[in-house]
């Protein structure tokens, strides 16, 4: 059976897509996750309660932030149908669902923006150039700062491949191991690149969730393997 590494902290929720595609996922946390503050966490809340438009990166972002529900009925426009089912359970409302990372979302938004109270929950450090055109088309957007990320090495059980979900998690994945002699995915392109500074993906997620760098996994350890 094919053995994939999944680098995420979030181990319980990804490995049952691998599973069922018939691969055998191995635990290689290579992150750690420090959420915000308290008081932070709550400056958020109180902000999204009065934004005419949220934009929510991860269903990690609504975790942090509303863990029993109660979401507010505010419009939402978020990365990725994994966040959109997130805030849905939440009680979100979402309008707008981006396809492949927070630059595709923000471009689906350009006609949406035009004078409107705009709050992005987010990482640090999360997608810096996309960010920085989302400040460019409004000048006054809230930003709430709901975790930070660190990288760690990830233990030395052996593996066919790996999937990957964030810059910081190749960052950690590089403190103990190199990049020869598996397969490597990735979901989005903002990893992807973190990935070039070492060698080039072999497989990129058509869309930005686990569940399908899984499938893209397996077809492509099928054809190849």
């Known amino acids: 059976m094919i053995r ?12 049952t897509g691998y599973a069922g595609l018939g691969l055998d996922p191995v635990a290689l946390p290579c992150i750690r996750i420090h959420p915000a503050p308290a008081s ?3 400056s958020a809340r109180k902000a999204a309660a009065t934004a005419d438009l949220l934009v929510i990166t991860s269903p990690r972002v609504v975790s942090l932030l509303w863990p029993a529900g109660g979401i507010p009925g505010v419009e939402a426009a978020v990365v990725g149908p994994s966040t959109a089912s997130s805030v849905e359970r939440a009680g979100g409302k979402v309008s707008v669902v981006g396809d492949a990372g927070l630059g595709r979302l923000v471009d689906s938004l350009a006609n949406r923006l035009a004078g409107r109270r705009v709050l ?7 997608d810096p150039g996309a960010m920085r055109r989302l400040r460019e088309m409004v000048p006054d957007l809230e930003e709430s700062l709901v975790y930070r ?5 990830p233990g030395n059980d052996r593996v066919d491949a790996v999937a990957f979900a964030s810059p ?3 960052r950690g994945w590089a403190l103990s191991r190199d990049f020869d002699d598996v397969v490597v ?8 690149a973190a990935v070039s500074r070492h060698r080039a993906a072999d497989v990129v997620a ?11 996994i397996a077809s492509f350890m099928e054809v190849n393997v």
């Open 168 to 170: 910081s998690a190749v």
């Open 185 to 192: 995915g990735v979901i989005g392109d903002t990893t992807a």
């Open 149 to 153: 990320t660190s990288s760690v090495a």
């Open 4 to 15: 994939v590494g999944i680098t995420s902290d979030r181990f319980r929720d990804i490995a």
């Open 40 to 42: 932070e966490i709550t």
């Open 206 to 216: 058509p869309q930005p969730t686990h569940l399908a760098l899984a499938r893209a």
């Open 120 to 126: 992005i929950v987010h990482a640090e450090g999360y």
